[in-house]
């Protein structure tokens, strides 16, 4: 029984992985592409600088780039208070 | 841990370490020209930290880097960009209020280094941020990790 689910658990997984193969996009051409013409036909005149990912993640998505800044201070932070509480218990 | 590497290594790390320096501010500098940034510029300079922390050990660290002043810069980094997305807040929170003004970071030339408006500045806030707060993570990890090891 188990191994029956098994099997079956693993032809259904690889149908849809041949489903999903067999009707992906041609490369190159994604389906929804108004935001990315937006950003590469705009982002020279509106931002002024030729690389468009540091135009996204700094201006147009900022606030995003304010949350990884966030998660580094936090991993530093961690780190301090993990190592400082085994020099503490040790002394 | 202490004694670091063997002579080629530290010999190449004297050739090598000050060019993985520039080359993480140059990258951190042309954020907005060329691929990179302040993220993976800061993580180009904390990396050349790294080498000379696994190449001559911890015991020529102490007086080179002081750990609370790279804390101290990592919050100013922090700072830094939270005022200068707070800068064009009367627009917008982000808002580049620098970017087409003619000013300073304003030329409306995109292939120079001084256009962008705020971006430059906002690379060189977070680069900042990410050298110091790695090489920080780095120096607290070798410490807590050799304490351990000599007690």
């Keep these: 029984m188990k191994r029956a689910l098994t099997v079956a658990a693993f032809l ?3 149908a849809f992985l041949v489903v999903a193969a067999t009707t992906m996009r041609p490369f190159g051409e ?3 592409t108004e935001m990315d013409d937006y950003f590469l036909a705009n982002c020279q005149t509106e931002v ?3 690389n468009v990912v540091t135009a996204v993640v700094f201006d147009y998505r ?3 780039t304010l949350g990884e800044a966030t998660v580094l201070f936090a991993a530093v932070v961690g780190v301090l208070a993990l190592f400082r509480t085994v020099r503490e218990d040790e002394r | 841990m202490n004694g670091g590497m063997s002579i080629i290594v530290k010999t190449v790390t004297r050739f ?3 060019l993985i320096i520039m080359f993480g ?3 951190i500098m042309h954020g907005h020209l060329t691929p990179g940034g302040g993220f993976q510029g800061g993580a180009v300079v904390a ?3 790294a080498l000379v922390l696994v190449a001559f050990g911890t015991a020529g660290l102490k007086g080179v880097l002081n750990r609370h002043l790279l804390q101290s810069l990592e919050e100013v980094g922090a700072l830094a960009f939270l005022g200068l997305a707070f800068a064009g807040i009367g627009t917008a929170f982000f808002y580049n209020i620098l970017a087409n003004s003619g000013a300073v970071f304003g030329k409306t030339d995109p292939a120079v280094l001084a256009s962008g408006g705020l971006l430059p500045l906002m690379n060189w806030a977070v680069g900042l941020k990410v050298m110091t707060g790695i090489v920080s993570i780095l120096i607290i990890m070798i410490i807590g990790s050799r304490e351990e090891a000599v007690e």
Aim: net charge negative; charged share 5%.
């Design chain 2, 47 to 49: 990396s050349a930290f």
């Design chain 1, 12 to 14: 259904l997984v690889a």
């Design chain 1, 62 to 64: 900022g606030f995003d």
């Design chain 1, 30 to 32: 994604p389906s929804h």
């Design chain 2, 16 to 18: 090598v370490y000050a």
């Design chain 2, 25 to 27: 501010f140059y990258v």
């Design chain 1, 48 to 50: 002024v600088a030729n």
